[in-house]
């Protein structure tokens, strides 16, 4: 199988994610900080070690702002419920996943007021239109670092000096981005960062984070057991507790430490670098095909290595169909969660783009085969 689909999971995973799972299954599988024993205590220092790793990514000073999650739309949805109250305003883009989308379209039916930025890419979102649309009561800009769908990024150095110059909190979600572009939540003025592990960091899937700026309180989303603090009746005001209800994952979040010590081995640099080269190779392969549009790729851009197409006469569905039942190749094709972006590129009535997406294990080899069986499909 060519494994073109790392927006959605990235696959495979490095060996030392696999054994890090591995060793905390057969040696130490016991509840993270709730019994005093040996074995519990090992598997909270595990944690933390993965907590400690994260904020050294992503240049956070105290690691106990790492709060864990399942994933990055449990970590939007804390931020965003968490944070917004009824009478605040919003203001967001029609780039959005639907993980932002859906939980302030939810918001928005409870009195919260939501502004779309309609932007094609990131340079769409200049300075003037930020500005001008802040109101009163703009409390947030919630933004996605990079598009899901075609991989342009978003300018959060620009936004991020913006919104503190207002003061007007700012989330980021760097589903797409963490592990591929480099993030400093100070030197970017990022309030709240949302991150997945299972993609671009290689972690396992049901892991992912919130970073909460230390001045910042939201309101938890989940309440229930923590381990210490068992007297009190109100979730504890002490993080990473205040907003960690329930048994972590320790085995993911061992997996998704290892996945980190892989970027920091491997380096920002070099992962950009590959997959960028990947993605570049393949824009020139598709440009060669005349019944083939590519959608939002910026030649000489840095974007995140994603490439969506649209092939004339085939719904992207049938094509990303025909590529895994003949070819073996994994795409996604469709909407991609993202119906705005579909909306604002103008492909929703075609049933979306077929999406690809490299990782570091992918070759160019891998880009010959796909280019080999769309030629073939088109023929
Ligand atoms: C930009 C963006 N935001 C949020 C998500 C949601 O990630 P998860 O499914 O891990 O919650 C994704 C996943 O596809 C994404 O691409």
Request: proline share 4%; with cysteine; glycine share 8%.
């Amino acid at each position: 199988m060519i494994y073109l689909d790392n927006a959605a999971s990235s696959w495979p995973k490095p060996p030392q994610v696999v054994k890090s799972m591995e060793e905390v299954l057969l040696n130490y599988a016991a509840n993270p900080g709730r019994s005093g024993h040996q074995l519990a205590a090992k598997a909270a220092e595990k944690i933390f070690e993965t907590r400690a790793r994260i904020a050294k990514l992503f240049h956070v000073k105290n690691p106990n702002d790492i709060v864990f999650t399942q994933n990055a739309t449990e970590s939007t949805n804390l931020a965003l419920k968490g944070f917004l109250k009824p009478g605040d305003h919003v203001l967001t883009t029609s780039l959005e996943h639907n993980s932002i989308r859906r939980p302030l379209e939810f918001l928005k039916a409870k009195g919260v007021e939501v502004t779309y930025l309609n932007i094609h890419t990131g340079k769409d979102l200049h300075a003037d239109l930020l500005e001008q649309s802040f109101r009163e009561n703009t409390k947030l800009v919630a933004v996605t670092h990079a598009s899901n769908v075609t991989g342009t990024i978003l300018p959060i150095e620009m936004i991020g000096e913006i919104t503190s110059r207002h003061g007007i909190r700012l989330l980021v979600d760097a589903s797409q981005t963490a592990g591929f572009c480099s993030i400093d939540v100070d030197s970017m003025k990022i309030d709240l960062l949302a991150f997945t592990g299972h993609k671009s960091l290689y972690g396992p899937q049901g892991t992912g984070g919130l970073y909460v700026h230390p001045e910042l309180d939201l309101v938890p989303l989940l309440h229930g057991g923590t381990g210490g603090y068992s007297e009190l009746i109100d979730q504890p005001p002490i993080r990473p507790e205040r907003f960690e209800s329930g048994t972590r994952n320790t085995v993911g979040i061992a997996g998704l430490g290892a996945g980190v010590n892989f970027i920091e081995q491997t380096g920002l640099q070099q992962i950009q670098q590959h997959e960028q080269q990947l993605a570049n190779y393949l824009v020139d392969e598709l440009a060669a095909i005349p019944s083939i549009a590519v959608y939002g790729w910026e030649k000489n851009e840095f974007q995140c290595p994603i490439v969506s197409f649209a092939v004339e006469g085939f719904d992207a569905n049938e094509i990303g169909f025909i590529l895994d039942a003949h070819y073996q190749i994994a795409v996604r094709a469709g909407l991609h969660c993202s119906p705005l972006a579909h909306d604002s590129l103008g492909t929703s009535e075609q049933g979306g783009l077929v999406r690809v997406s490299f990782g570091y294990f992918n070759s160019e080899e891998d880009v010959k085969e796909l280019v080999h069986a769309l030629k073939d499909i088109i023929n």
